[in-house]
């Protein structure tokens, strides 16, 4: 088949010139902030200064590696979201899976729990539930396609969570325990630890692992009803396979940061348009894509005033600018 | 390969009455067979009988005399692709990435399509006569071009029959006529080609064979000279046919 070397030397070079910024990326994220005053480190100070070294290595380093992971997760499930829905438009809280995690996270907190851990790991039970909720209630619906019924659940769900975190906080005590809900909801890495990475690593990372082997099988569900059975697939079933292990590793993203929007929505499209459509390609440029936003992301909202920003407010204001001047060249496909 | 379905019966959920009631369809290797008849006779839903999107509550449907109900999805997409009439494009991949994905029936759950694939899926461009529209976004073809991009869909999956839904109905007459050449060449090759429509012009033109449709079963079956007679159409459309003084596109 005749597949120019021109093609191939452009997508090399994107790939190329994509992982050198990348690299140019991690430095500026590892070295950027506060110490031993506002702005770049000096990199000669990691072997002199312990200090420095501590900073950078102890609190630094863990906490890029979550935005990466953060970020990795998001994108990669958002892709798949969109093409599994074949709606440019979804992201990957959609099913009722980021209201989930919020009230289970505000009810761990509300109950007095003490350990992050079993914050995140209420707020990962409560994200499944939802997911569980939307697909049980999708296949109750007497009408409509499989997707419609999904998205009207998926709704529905996410209503219901709203309502309850609503309900929680205002039951919550507001000097003790509004703060921390208000805080979790906004979404932050400020407290990321190797031993909170590696609470979420294995649900984020198995779920990102499966997204880029079955991605092929992710173009082929983009496409219709009809056409994806005829090629011998069972759509609902692999539909739902794919939804259910990417909500999985959302939820343990949200677990770990809180709620963290915009990611999900607005990467894939950069991918796409960068590396095509076809998840064969779109699918590890989202997951490259999404680390390098979420790591940048975080690093402005460490570093770039005297106080933390919350990271959710940063994804948003930068993710929905990027998305309005996506749609407004006309680079977002919106076939209805 | 012979496809036959055998007095099929099928109720839609919560509707009134039957899609199919009794139809039979029959088409053998390297011939076309042309399902004609009125809007909402059961042309689609035969066609989802006998590609397995449908599961008939009564009746059968037999490729190369192997029971449909008894195969596995897979098994059944390597014996008969399908051309839906519509096809909702959400993303923009190019003509040869979209061609690609019938492939999927040959190749595992989590396996990339590989080099013999792409090739493949650029040889049926190739006889689809869309080569030129490789590299072009699905989304920005025009009506025609998409529907010889989709019939590339279909031949990349290399199936011994291939089923289309009124494969001509949005297309101009250049384009009909560039599917129909294509219809009539599948079957020259000694593919099993069924396809719907509810014109007589074109049907006359690819098919081999006609099967007139009309509420749910077949009324006649038979060579296109016989079953395309006036009176015959006059009954399965309602409406009184007559010689039309306008040039086709569909000529011999």
């Given at each position: 088949?005749?597949?120019?070397?021109?093609?191939?030397?452009?997508r090399?070079?994107k790939v190329?010139?994509l992982?050198?910024?990348?690299?140019?990326?991690?430095?500026?994220?590892?070295?950027?902030?506060?110490?031993?005053?506002?702005?770049?480190?000096?990199?000669?100070?990691?072997?002199?200064?312990?200090?420095?070294?501590?900073?950078?290595?102890?609190?630094?380093?863990?906490?890029?590696?979550?935005?990466?992971?953060?970020?990795a997760v998001m994108a990669a499930a958002g892709n798949a979201f969109q093409m599994v829905f074949g709606n440019p438009l979804v992201e990957p809280?959609?099913?009722?899976?980021?209201?989930?995690?919020?009230?289970?996270?505000?009810?761990?907190?509300?109950?007095?729990?003490?350990?992050?851990?079993?914050?995140?790991?209420?707020?990962?039970?409560?994200?499944?539930?939802?997911?569980?909720?939307?697909?049980?209630?999708?296949?109750?619906?007497?009408?409509?396609?499989?997707?419609?019924?999904?998205?009207?659940?998926?709704?529905?769900?996410?209503?219901?969570?709203?309502?309850?975190?609503?309900?929680?906080?205002?039951?919550?005590?507001?000097?003790?325990?509004?703060?921390?809900?208000?805080?979790?909801?906004?979404?932050?890495?400020?407290?990321?630890?190797?031993?909170?990475?590696?609470?979420?690593?294995?649900?984020?990372?198995?779920s990102t692992a499966f997204l880029v082997a079955y991605r092929w099988r992710v173009t082929a569900l983009s496409a219709d009803?009809?056409v994806v059975?005829?090629l011998?697939a069972?759509p609902?079933?692999s539909r739902?396979l794919v939804l259910?292990i990417a909500?999985?590793g959302v939820?343990?993203?949200?677990?770990?940061?809180?709620?963290?929007?915009?990611?999900g929505l607005v990467v894939p499209h950069a991918a796409r348009l960068m590396f095509g459509a076809d998840a064969r390609r779109s699918m590890p440029a989202s997951i490259a894509l999404g680390a390098?936003?979420?790591?940048?992301?975080?690093?402005?909202?460490?570093?770039?005033?005297?106080?933390?920003?919350?990271?959710?407010?940063?994804?948003?204001?930068?993710?929905?600018?990027?998305?309005?001047?996506?749609?407004?060249?006309?680079?977002v496909p919106?076939?209805? | 390969?012979?496809?036959?379905?055998?007095?099929?019966?099928?109720?839609?959920?919560?509707?009134?009455?039957?899609?199919?009631?009794?139809?039979?369809?029959?088409?053998?290797?390297?011939?076309?067979?042309?399902?004609?008849?009125?809007?909402?006779?059961?042309?689609?839903?035969?066609?989802?009988?006998?590609?397995?999107?449908?599961?008939?509550?009564?009746?059968?449907?037999?490729?190369?005399?192997?029971?449909?109900?008894?195969?596995?999805?897979?098994?059944?997409?390597?014996?008969?692709?399908?051309?839906?009439?519509?096809?909702?494009m959400s993303f923009a991949l190019s003509a040869l990435e979209y061609a690609l994905l019938g492939r999927a029936?040959?190749l595992g759950a989590f396996a990339q399509p590989a080099?013999?694939d792409e090739?493949?899926a650029?040889?049926?461009?190739?006889?689809?006569?869309?080569?030129?529209?490789?590299?072009?976004r699905v989304n920005?073809?025009?009506?025609?071009?998409?529907?010889?991009?989709?019939?590339?869909r279909?031949?990349?999956?290399?199936?011994?029959?291939?089923?289309?839904?009124?494969?001509?109905?949005?297309?101009?007459?250049?384009?009909?006529?560039?599917?129909?050449?294509?219809?009539?060449?599948?079957?020259?090759?000694?593919?099993?080609?069924?396809?719907?429509?509810?014109?007589?012009?074109?049907?006359?033109?690819?098919?081999?064979?006609?099967?007139?449709?009309?509420?749910?079963?077949?009324?006649?079956?038979?060579?296109?000279?016989?079953?395309?007679?006036?009176?015959?159409?006059?009954?399965?459309?309602?409406?009184?046919?007559?010689?039309?003084?306008?040039?086709?596109?569909?000529?011999?």
């Amino acid at each position: 088949m005749p597949r120019s070397p021109d093609d191939l030397r452009a997508r090399s070079g994107k790939v190329l010139l994509l992982a050198l910024a990348g690299l140019a990326l991690l430095a500026f994220c590892l070295l950027a902030g506060r110490y031993p005053r506002p702005g770049l480190l000096d990199p000669r100070l990691l072997s002199s200064d312990a200090t420095a070294r501590a900073i950078v290595l102890g609190s630094r380093l863990p906490r890029l590696a979550a935005a990466l992971l953060l970020g990795a997760v998001m994108a990669a499930a958002g892709n798949a979201f969109q093409m599994v829905f074949g709606n440019p438009l979804v992201e990957p809280g959609f099913l009722g899976v980021s209201q989930g995690a919020a009230l289970g996270a505000a009810l761990a907190l509300v109950a007095g729990a003490r350990s992050e851990f079993v914050v995140a790991g209420s707020a990962f039970g409560f994200a499944l539930a939802a997911l569980a909720a939307a697909a049980l209630l999708a296949r109750a619906f007497p009408f409509g396609g499989w997707v419609l019924r999904l998205v009207l659940a998926g709704f529905a769900v996410s209503a219901f969570m709203s309502a309850g975190l609503a309900l929680v906080k205002y039951a919550a005590d507001p000097l003790r325990e509004l703060p921390d809900i208000v805080y979790w909801t906004m979404g932050s890495l400020s407290g990321a630890s190797w031993r909170r990475l590696g609470f979420a690593a294995i649900p984020a990372l198995g779920s990102t692992a499966f997204l880029v082997a079955y991605r092929w099988r992710v173009t082929a569900l983009s496409a219709d009803e009809a056409v994806v059975r005829s090629l011998g697939a069972r759509p609902a079933l692999s539909r739902a396979l794919v939804l259910a292990i990417a909500s999985a590793g959302v939820a343990a993203a949200v677990a770990m940061a809180g709620a963290v929007s915009w990611i999900g929505l607005v990467v894939p499209h950069a991918a796409r348009l960068m590396f095509g459509a076809d998840a064969r390609r779109s699918m590890p440029a989202s997951i490259a894509l999404g680390a390098y936003f979420a790591a940048l992301c975080d690093t402005i909202a460490r570093a770039a005033f005297p106080g933390e920003l919350p990271l959710g407010a940063v994804t948003a204001v930068i993710g929905s600018a990027a998305f309005v001047a996506l749609l407004a060249r006309g680079k977002v496909p919106v076939a209805r | 390969m012979r496809i036959e379905a055998v007095a099929l019966r099928y109720r839609y959920p919560r509707a009134a009455s039957e899609a199919l009631r009794g139809a039979s369809v029959g088409a053998a290797s390297g011939s076309s067979l042309a399902i004609l008849g009125p809007n909402g006779c059961g042309k689609s839903t035969l066609l989802g009988a006998l590609i397995g999107n449908i599961a008939p509550s009564s009746g059968r449907v037999l490729l190369g005399g192997r029971d449909l109900a008894t195969l596995a999805p897979r098994a059944a997409a390597r014996l008969v692709a399908f051309l839906p009439q519509f096809e909702r494009m959400s993303f923009a991949l190019s003509a040869l990435e979209y061609a690609l994905l019938g492939r999927a029936p040959r190749l595992g759950a989590f396996a990339q399509p590989a080099k013999a694939d792409e090739d493949a899926a650029y040889r049926a461009l190739e006889g689809a006569g869309a080569a030129d529209l490789a590299g072009r976004r699905v989304n920005e073809l025009s009506g025609g071009e998409l529907q010889l991009v989709r019939i590339a869909r279909c031949l990349a999956q290399d199936t011994p029959a291939i089923v289309m839904d009124e494969p001509t109905s949005m297309l101009d007459p250049a384009h009909a006529r560039m599917v129909a050449d294509a219809v009539r060449a599948l079957a020259a090759s000694g593919r099993t080609l069924v396809f719907s429509t509810h014109d007589a012009a074109f049907a006359a033109y690819a098919a081999d064979e006609v099967s007139l449709m009309r509420g749910g079963s077949d009324q006649f079956r038979g060579p296109v000279a016989e079953a395309l007679e006036a009176g015959r159409l006059a009954s399965c459309f309602g409406v009184p046919f007559g010689a039309a003084s306008a040039p086709s596109a569909f000529f011999r």
